[in-house]
């Protein structure tokens, strides 16, 4: 039952433009969402994180937004550059809890 | 600042055999998670520990799945009788508390093949 979703396996941008990662999630119950980034045969980094009490959480480059009466939040990348090129994952879980829910994951490959 | 370490890295086991896979968590972390990553899925939350505790297992298959987070030493996850569905990537990650917000912060996996 995957009640985290990333509808997009794949996402290719042009450096310096917008790269939007998005995410949907089934649970009523989840109230922390994280995203991390996973380059191949390492283990996933964390990037970004946004509480239900908020919408948009900004760091640097990244910008993530929830919309909770659509259970969607998307992750903004601006501007994209080639070193973002990875596997984005997004991850929740209820403030009460502590088992990140993941999504399968989306690949952006951000081109030159 | 060392972060997760796991070891090993690359682990190959035929069918029938044992596999231990170990986590060092970050200093200061006294809250261990291991999940699962099959091929082109996400990561499945296995197991929550703290130091000589299992908090929460239910992510753990019932039989041939163990682990465990000893007063000293390092998180084993330890799978007995391995068989070729076993094989996957598998993380630990560390957080200095359970609850809340605090991120998880992953070590570099382990890649388990059972031939």
């Known amino acids: 039952d995957q009640q985290v979703k990333q509808n997009s396996p794949s996402l290719s941008v042009q450096e310096g433009r917008i790269s939007i990662l998005n995410c949907d999630y089934t649970n009523s119950m989840f109230d922390y969402f994280l995203w991390y980034k996973k380059y191949p045969a390492e283990g996933p980094t964390f990037l970004i994180s946004i509480s239900s009490i908020k919408d948009k959480n900004e760091d640097g480059r990244f910008t993530v937004f929830l919309n909770k009466s659509a259970k969607h939040l998307s992750l903004h990348i601006v501007p994209s550059q080639p070193g973002d090129s990875a596997v984005y994952f997004c991850?929740?879980?209820?403030?009460?809890?502590?088992?990140?829910?993941f999504g399968k994951g989306t690949s952006l490959l951000v081109t030159p | 600042n060392a972060g997760v370490m796991q070891n090993p890295r690359h682990l190959v086991r035929r069918r029938g055999q044992e596999a231990r896979l170990r986590c060092s968590p970050m200093?200061?972390?006294?809250?261990v998670y291991w999940y699962r990553q099959l091929p082109e899925e996400g990561l499945k939350f296995m197991v929550y520990?703290?130091?000589?505790?299992?908090?929460?297992e239910s992510g753990m298959p019932k039989e041939r799945f163990s682990a465990e987070f000893p007063k000293e030493g390092p998180s084993i996850l330890r799978i007995q009788q391995v068989v070729r569905g076993d094989s996957a990537a598998y993380f630990c990650a560390s957080s200095p508390q359970g609850q809340g917000n605090n991120e998880q912060f992953f070590g570099p996996g382990t890649r388990l093949t059972v031939l």
């Open positions: 200093k200061g972390h006294s809250h």
């Open positions: 991850a929740a879980r209820p403030n009460s809890g502590y088992a990140l829910n």
């Open positions: 520990l703290q130091k000589e505790n299992i908090i929460d």
